[in-house]
């Protein structure tokens, strides 16, 4: 039987991009990276667990914010190379700025303005040292 995860086509360093949207309203919360161990978790755990680039580990969405991505579907695209998590947002934020989505701005008159308002301070979110 083959493997679900020899179906994704990972890039050159073994990671897929994967798209969290709200489950009930479909909108794009924000967009990080899985590898293999990070997707396989996803779907054990049934959370959304990302791998972190910058810090070279995985990340279990909210473990430290308390904002976990309780996972409700997973689907691949045509090329099997992006995923999307259709995920329930625990506190309703995503965004590591305290705002709902990590999509808060709008490209208008040749500039990006912000559309969103912060929802929870960033300090108040995070401990000293994020």
Same mark, same amino acid.
């Given at each position: *039987?083959?493997? %679900?995860?020899?179906?994704?086509?990972?890039?050159?360093?073994? !990671?897929?991009?994967? =798209?969290?949207?709200?489950?009930?309203?479909?909108?794009?919360?924000?967009?990080? %990276?899985?590898?293999?161990?990070? $997707?396989? $978790?996803?779907?054990? #755990?049934?959370?959304?667990?990302? %791998?972190?680039?910058?810090?070279?580990?995985? %990340?279990?969405?909210?473990?430290?914010?308390? &904002?976990?991505?309780?996972? &409700?579907? *997973?689907?691949?695209?045509?090329?099997?190379? +992006? +995923? =999307? $998590? *259709?995920? #329930?947002? =625990?506190?309703?934020?995503?965004?590591?700025?305290?705002? &709902?989505?990590?999509?808060?701005? +709008?490209?208008?008159?040749?500039?990006?303005?912000?559309?969103?308002?912060? !929802?929870?301070?960033? &300090?108040? =979110?995070?401990?000293?040292?994020?």
């Amino acid at each position: *039987m083959k493997d %679900w995860l020899d179906e994704i086509k990972w890039d050159s360093d073994g !990671l897929v991009p994967a =798209i969290a949207q709200d489950y009930k309203t479909g909108r794009v919360l924000m967009m990080a %990276w899985m590898n293999r161990e990070a $997707l396989s $978790l996803t779907a054990a #755990e049934q959370r959304a667990i990302y %791998w972190s680039r910058s810090r070279g580990k995985l %990340w279990r969405k909210g473990e430290e914010s308390g &904002h976990v991505q309780t996972l &409700h579907e *997973m689907r691949l695209d045509c090329d099997a190379d +992006v +995923v =999307i $998590l *259709m995920v #329930e947002q =625990i506190g309703g934020i995503a965004c590591h700025t305290g705002r &709902h989505s990590c999509f808060y701005r +709008v490209f208008e008159n040749g500039e990006w303005k912000v559309v969103e308002p912060v !929802l929870k301070d960033p &300090h108040a =979110i995070y401990s000293a040292g994020h």
